[in-house]
């Protein structure tokens, strides 16, 4: 809901340091490797009883991230670029999650499984849309130019990465929290769903 917006503020200055560092000679692929390494690292300061260090390299991650793309723009986007940079971004939202799990789970066990499969949910919702968006030729710039179409939602990633943030600020709040964003996951991902049914119906394509 947020992304729209938040692209707006971020683009410039990312597109920027993806220019300067596109002459340096760093790929985009690169750095979204290092921008895993790093998200996973900031898991495991988690899972070790360290949410607010681990808070740094949470968004350094994040600004990675960001960074990639600004770097495929200054250069070349690929297929494969966009594949692993999905791929990574899947693989880190799961594990903030698992790593409060690991932290406390007798106290985040269940909250933290009904959050991991929410994610579960809205991610496959998310890229079966973007199948179905390339078959119809659909296309949209508003969440920024990216190899696959990003739908938009209640939740997307601008709002994850708060809520990551909300989670290392206040990490004994991670029941509450994860059933409540869980909740709100479940929500995108039907509603996404029901506009799939309108935008993709056999009706729509004879008109």
């Not at 750095?31 to 260090?53: D, E, K, N, S, W």
Request: hydrophobic share 50%; aromatic share 12%.
């Amino acid at each position: 809901m947020l992304d729209a917006a938040a692209r707006k503020l971020i683009d410039p200055p990312l597109n920027a340091a993806g220019r300067r560092l596109a002459v340096m000679g760093i790929g985009a692929d690169t750095v979204t490797v290092l921008g895993l390494i790093i998200g996973l690292f900031a898991a495991l300061l988690i899972a070790l009883g360290q949410p607010m260090p681990a808070l740094v390299p949470l968004l350094l991650s994040r600004l990675a991230d960001g960074l990639d793309g600004a770097i495929a723009r200054a250069t070349r986007k690929t297929d494969f670029g966009g594949y692993l940079d999905i791929a990574s971004d899947f693989l880190f939202y799961g594990s903030i999650p698992f790593a409060f799990v690991l932290l406390d789970p007798g106290a985040n066990g269940v909250a933290g499984a009904f959050l991991l499969a929410s994610f579960y949910y809205n991610g496959t919702s998310f890229l079966g849309y973007a199948v179905l968006a390339e078959k119809h030729g659909i296309e949209t710039t508003s969440q920024g130019v990216k190899s696959l179409y990003f739908s938009n939602g209640l939740l997307e990633g601008t709002e994850t990465i708060l809520f990551f943030v909300l989670l290392c600020l206040f990490p004994t709040a991670f029941a509450p929290l994860a059933w409540i964003f869980g909740g709100l996951c479940f929500a995108t991902a039907t509603l996404r769903i029901l506009s799939a049914r309108t935008v993709f119906s056999p009706n729509k394509d004879q008109t």
